[in-house]
């Protein structure tokens, strides 16, 4: 029987969420409960790899289970073994068809940035950039990256294409934190942190609209931004 579940963590706990060897991951936590729970091997499949020490409030998993288990005991069973680095939120039948990552319409991630001074104790939560920014001029540079682009130029690594669409970009500022947020068809690599890096270049004036016209239009553009820290990354809300 396929269930879907959703899922949240502390990303500053893992090194990140696809399984890696032995080191601590998200989905190697999870797999290791719900074998406890099934007697026998279960894998469970993502709608997306978040990077080490990138957070998650409603990451979606898939898995199946040789035996029948109610959702609402399968909850309390995972959470009984993973947390408090996991947290599951729900859990519910799907059809053996459905597919965590395949099935996705839209995600939405948010980025949060301290604008004002230091905070040792959120640290791991959030970018403490200490500095302000010219949000205007970065709401006006957001508008270029809505839509369908390639995103060649805010991607690491290699892909067999780029392309993705970006449908809203939000800006919020609130007791000195600046939330970014995106909501988009697809998220690769660092994109996500490397869009918000070229906005604060923006907001530092370090950078202008014609650049960013530049990275969307021209795969060799010369890159001028900083990758922000995996720590201010959240994965929102995934949409089916």
């Not at 994109?191 to 609209?209: C, F």
């Not at 021209?218 to 089916?240: C, F, M, Q, R, W």
């Amino acid at each position: 029987m396929r269930y879907k579940a959703s899922v949240s963590y502390d990303g500053s706990k893992f090194y990140g969420f696809q399984r890696l060897g032995e080191k601590k991951s998200v989905q190697g936590e999870l797999e290791r409960a719900l074998t406890k729970i099934n007697k026998s091997e279960v894998l469970v499949k993502g709608a997306g790899r978040t990077d080490r020490g990138v957070h998650a409030l409603d990451q979606a998993v898939h898995f199946d289970l040789d035996v029948f288990v109610p959702p609402e005991r399968l909850v309390n069973a995972i959470n009984s073994i993973v947390k408090p680095d996991i947290f599951v939120n729900s859990v519910s039948i799907v059809s053996d068809d459905f597919h965590a990552r395949f099935n996705v319409l839209r995600k939405t991630y948010t980025y949060v940035i301290n604008l004002g001074k230091f905070d040792t104790i959120k640290d791991n939560y959030l970018y403490n950039y200490n500095r302000c920014l010219n949000i205007r001029a970065m709401k006006k540079s957001a508008k270029l990256l809505l839509g369908p682009h390639s995103f060649h130029a805010f991607t690491s690594g290699a892909r067999a294409n780029y392309n993705s669409i970006i449908y809203k970009i939000k800006f919020k500022k609130k007791r000195g934190y600046l939330y970014i947020t995106f909501v988009g068809k697809s998220f690769y690599r660092y994109m996500v942190r490397n869009m918000v890096g070229t906005l604060i270049s923006v907001g530092e004036g370090k950078l202008e609209n014609r650049d960013i016209l530049a990275y969307l239009t021209d795969e060799k553009a010369s890159i001028h931004y900083t990758t922000v820290p995996a720590n201010g990354l959240y994965l929102v809300k995934i949409d089916y």
